[in-house]
């Protein structure tokens, strides 16, 4: 071969060589690496260093990144995060019956909604994996973290916390969230220890009484519960099904959405904050809807209780006795302060029947006749004081 063609010959080879080696990936991470910015470098690093086993992972949240992380995550946190999370779900007894797409997109996220990125993985999973220890199903471990975390993390509801998007750790140093803060702590701390879970919500409930955000556990299918509102019937029951039963799939500010990090093409309504449109959900409102419904001919009526007028929710027994025939009673507990807004105590009645309330706490009592409307809910609220 002439000298100057093996030459050229060499020199193409090489450039060829070069050029695959600067352009390595697939073609979904390389459009992402690309509007990264200057921080493709970092980026980069996270995907080159990552063990074989893990780098699946690493493609997937790289892939579906949104802007503001593509831009400002550095490899170190991603390379922390991506180990912690493979290696909780290899500890996991249900490991092998978690499906790889639900795993990378329900356990390995770094992040539910639009809270900041400060990686409390760690943290949380030191103090969930001692307690789920002796579960054998994520259904199971993630009711028990429902029941025993917010304690231990002395996290309440209050809505006197400090924003709505909390992270784990700023819920946590505060000791305050609203469902929304509650609802990313338990995601994180089920996460943790390699329970599939997604943050869950509405933007505005068909009876107009505001939004709500609870949590999605996946346990060979979907299942609900209200964060730090574990409920001794377990999973799928809560103070919200009736209230979820009737979202409305044709509106989209009354449908149910569930969070997700790879991209839907559909965006999780953050009602704190509606010009943020870049984290995807999926639409679960047909599996809501039908559930937990007033039985045939029956209306709710929603018994909220307060320590004076314009005062604070408290705790009291409510009695509830049909006016035309005693026999006919239903007893519960109203919901103070420690509750969620709307978790407001129901009853289901027959319309045009008058009722007679009695209320008491360990100091006072009131009682009060109502006729129950025909509407499909009624809500009333009584003082213990005048």
């Known amino acids: 071969m ?15 060589a070069l050029a695959e080696k600067k352009h390595p990936w ?11 910015g200057a921080n493709r470098v970092e980026l980069e690093r996270a995907l080159s260093n990552a063990p074989a086993e893990q780098r699946e992972g690493m493609h997937f949240l790289t892939d579906n990144m949104p802007q503001t992380d593509l831009v400002s995550l550095k490899a170190e946190f991603l390379l922390t995060h991506v180990a912690q999370s ?20 329900d356990v390995l996220p770094y992040a539910s909604l639009n809270e900041v990125r400060d990686n409390g993985r760690q943290q949380l999973r030191e103090i969930a994996a001692p307690l789920v220890k002796d579960c054998k199903t994520p259904g199971e471990a993630a009711q028990t973290l429902n029941q025993k975390l917010f304690g231990i993390v002395k996290v309440k509801y209050s809505t006197t916390r400090r924003k709505p998007d909390q992270s784990s750790l700023e819920s946590m140093q505060s000791g305050v969230a609203t469902c929304s803060g509650l609802s990313i702590l338990l995601v994180d701390a089920c996460r943790a220890v390699g329970v599939p879970a997604r943050v869950a919500g509405t933007p505005l409930w068909t009876n107009l009484r505001g939004n709500h955000t609870w949590v999605e556990i996946w346990d060979g299918d979907w299942h609900f519960a209200g964060a730090a509102e574990p409920d001794g ?9 009736g209230d979820a039963a009737a979202a409305d ?20 309504p953050l009602v704190w904050d509606l010009s943020i449109d870049w984290v995807p959900a999926v639409n679960v409102t047909e599996r809501y ?4 419904k007033s039985p045939e001919g029956k209306v709710r009526l929603l018994v909220r209780v307060l320590d004076k007028p314009e005062g604070r929710r408290v705790a ?7 006016a035309a025939d005693a026999s006919v009673s239903y007893t519960g507990t109203s919901s103070s302060e420690t509750a969620d807004l709307n978790n407001i105590l129901p009853f289901q009645l027959f319309p045009g029947h008058t009722y007679h309330l009695e209320i008491r706490d360990h100091e006072k009592s009131v009682n009060k006749d109502i006729a129950v409307a025909k509407e499909s809910e009624q809500i009333i609220t009584i003082p213990l004081a005048p």
Not at 94 to 102: C, F, H, M, N, T
Not at 258 to 268: D, L, M, N, P, W
């Open 289 to 292: 809807t039908g559930a937990a």
């Open 249 to 268: 799939n044709s509106k989209a500010e009354h449908r149910i959405y569930a969070s997700s990090f790879k991209r839907t093409g559909i965006s999780f």
């Open 2 to 16: 002439n000298a100057c063609l093996h030459f050229s010959l060499a020199l193409l080879l090489t450039s060829a």
């Open 86 to 105: 493979y290696q909780a779900m290899e500890h996991a007894p249900w490991a092998s019956l978690v499906p790889k797409e639900i795993f990378l997109n």
């Open 26 to 36: 697939p073609a979904a991470t390389e459009k992402a690496l690309t509007a990264a």
């Open 316 to 322: 009291a027994r409510v009695t509830v006795t049909d």
């Open 233 to 241: 019937n377990g999973l799928d029951h809560g103070w919200f099904a």
